[in-house]
Each structure stands twice: as C-alpha cells, then as structure tokens.
C-alpha cells in the first residue's frame, strides 16, 4: 500500500491500516532502540512508546521526511528521554548476558575485547555514542542519520570520529595487540 | 593506517554491541491498542497552565526567593550563634529577641495559640508544645539547652519547606509557560535567563536539608536536568529538536504531574505555619 494512503486510512480511523503501519515499522524500531537501551524491557516500552507518540502526532507529519525516518527520530527521542531517566544505573554485565543468549555471534571478536568495548561504548558521550551505535553497529549512512537525529551529516560524521578516538584509547592496550 | 585498522577490528567487534533479540510483536501491539483505547494512557497528557503569569513576574517572584533565602540564612547563622535569643522567645525567657522579629513569637503567644488552635496546630503552637514538653522533660540548664536545639531545628525545618515550596511553586508556573510559549511558538527569548535563576536556585537546594528526602531529591535532580536544557538554548532557529526534547523530557519524567503533586501539599503546610 501507498505510505501516503496508509497514513490517510489511519488518520481515517482505520484499525487494519493502523495493525499494517505498526508491521512495516516494528522490527527496524526495536532493533534501533535496543541497541540504544540494551535490556529487552526497557526496549519494550520504548517501542510501545513510540509507536503510541507516533499514532498521536501523525496528522503533524508533513512527508517532509520518509515515514521511516520520522517514526525512527521519534524511537530515538523516548530511547535517549529513557536513557536519562534511569541515569545509565543497568547492568552491563546482565546486558551482555541476556544479549549473548537471545544473538547470533556472527563475528570472532574475542570475548574479553567484546565487554570491554561494550564497556567503552556505554561510557560514551550519549551524541558519540548514539551516532556510533547507528552507525558503525546499525550501518546507518551519515545522511540517514542526519534525518534521524536532526542534524547535518557533517556533525554526524564528526561525532563518529570523535567516538572512534575515544574508543581508541579506552582500548589502546588492544590496539597494540594488533 | 593503523587508525584504519584499529576502525575496522572495532567496527566488526561493535556489532553484537546489545544484539536485539526477536521482538515480542503481538504482546507489544496489546499493549498500544490497550493505551489508546484509553484504558491505561501510557503517554498522559499535561494540561494547561491552571495560573497563567506573565513573564515579567518570574525574575520578581526568583528575587523574592533569594530575599527569603538570605533570610533563612541569616536566621541560621543566628541559632547557631551562641547566646542568640531568638528561640529563647518562646520559652517564656523575659528577654526580647534581638533579631528575627518577624517569625520569632513573643513571649506566652505560642501557649496561648497552642490552646485556642488544638487541632490545627499551627507553627507557633507546635513551638510552644515543643518548648513545654522539652522543660518538663529537663529542667536546668542542660533541658533549657535541648529545647532550644529542637525548636532551632524545628524552625529551620519549616523555613526550608517554605523556600522549596515557593520554589517548586516558580517550577512549575516557568515550565507551564515554557510549555505553552513552545506549543503556541510564542517568543520565549527570556526563558533561559530564568531558567539559568531557577537552576541557581535548585542547585543550593540540592545541596541543602530539604533534598534529603530522597522523592524530593529526585525531584529537584530532575528540573536540574530540565533547567539545564532550557538555560543552553539557543536563540537562532536550530533550537526546535532541543525544545523537543525538552518537551519529551518534561513528559517521560512526569515532572509536571510531580511538581505539581508536590505543590499543593507543600503549600497547604505552609499555609498551616503561617
């Protein structure tokens, strides 16, 4: 269906057109917000949150932007208002647990360098890190992260450099490992 | 090139950086379908302001507040001056406050009201209680000495309640005209200077007796956060996504709803001391 008829059936009222705009947006909100969050619960009602937020203000949406990327600017808003409302107080160890159980490991990353970045990453300035996380985790290009998170892409890709320097020497002893 | 390296090891050992599991769609569905028909609104509304001030009124009311904190200071440092008769007053000592005129009673007033009003017990009866139940307990010099302690910290108790409550009071009135400036793209160009007044403000508070109280602490760390924001605003038109968030923040942390529960309390207690 047409983004812009499923937005106007939904606008309309329409509870199947609602059900279809929530399916072809849930699962790219989730993944985005747990990568923010981290803990499955958390992620939850971030989603709920955002899909709620977005059904609410969806007669403000102007299609200035893809449907995509105004839902997903909304998902980043309640994950990083979250964020700081728990003061970062969650477990990075339990995380990694959980998230080890529920992930493929694709890659061969050693174990101890696997915590300790998640470690570093989690110790970001919450900008480096988000723009990281989209980036470098989610493979977000510059421009896709310009729209979501309402910047230019230069700032963008300034926050991934700084980010990547700071991750280089939180991990300098790896580095020379290598 | 060994950044580049370094880049790429990090890039791939990011990737199960909080790998997402699969994610609970239905039950996650339920429970929006559930908010929106109302029975249990996950995001709620703020209302408008109730008090609508105008803008020129909050720099007044944040020196107002300031006059009542150096005046709380300054009682402070008298009660813990020694030899200060402020709280000897209502002992029934002969003696005449040599300072504080206007919050210590004169002799026997606390007794008296402390018998017209037994129910309500207003501050200068409970002084008076206090003072009584501490002489018949201890009598000397050593019972003079504890009473006076225990109305020092009973005052200084309620003093600090009426300068949080006038400044939970403020709180909530900027934020609300914040809110609305924002919602109806008004011109809020002095909002960050009294925001800047209020986070002055809020941070002595945090470190004073009155954030204690660990609901009140995370309260007044809370609007810190909020204060913060809104004092950094820019003035050009890049603000929008900081306001946003700031509005986002505002709901996400129910700080309206808590000021606003906290307010009306205070303020009655207060009204009780006066």
Sequence with gaps: ????????????????????????????????????????????????ETFIRAFERLADFRGESALGTWIGRIA??????????????????????????VGAPAHHAEPDLKERLAMAIDDLPEGYRTVFVLHDVEGYTHEEIGGLLGVQPGTSKAQLSRARARLRVALADFALEQ | ?????????????????????????????????????????AVRPIKPARRVRPIWALPLAAAALLLIGIEVGRMSRGASEPGATGAVATTGSDSAPARHDSIALPPESGQQLAQQQPESEPASAATARLANQSASRNT??????????????????????????????????????????????RDDRLAPATARQLLATNRLLLDSPAAHDPAMRNLLQDLELVLAQISQLPADSSRGGDVRIITDGLDQNDVMLRLRAQTPARVNTIQGVL
């Excluded at chain 1, 399916?23 to 619960?41: K, M, N, Q, S």
């Excluded at chain 1, 980043?76 to 159980?101: H, M, S």
């Excluded at chain 2, 600090?160 to 914040?178: G, K, N, R």
């Design chain 1, 1 to 48: 269906m047409d983004e812009q008829r499923l937005i106007q059936r939904v606008l309309a009222g329409d509870p199947v057109a609602e059900r279809a705009l929530y399916d072809g947006h849930v699962d790219r909100v989730y993944r985005l917000v747990y990568r923010i969050v981290g803990e499955p619960d958390r992620a939850q009602d971030c989603t709920q």
């Design chain 2, 1 to 41: 090139m060994m950044d580049d390296r370094f880049d790429d090891w990090i890039e791939e050992a990011a990737r199960d950086y909080n790998a997402p599991p699969e994610p609970p769609r239905e039950a996650m569905w339920e429970a929006i379908a559930a908010a929106r028909t109302g029975s249990t609104p």
């Design chain 2, 140 to 185: 000397g010099p050593a019972g003079e000495r504890l009473a006076k302690n225990e109305l020092r910290s009973e005052r200084s108790d309620r003093a600090y309640q009426m300068v949080i409550a006038d400044y939970l009071t403020q709180s909530e009135t900027f934020l609300s005209l914040f809110r609305t400036a924002v919602t109806e793209g």
């Design chain 1, 76 to 101: 980043i808003t309640v994950a990083l208002n979250g964020l700081r409302r728990i003061k970062r107080n969650w477990n990075r160890e339990v995380v990694l647990d959980d998230a080890a159980a």
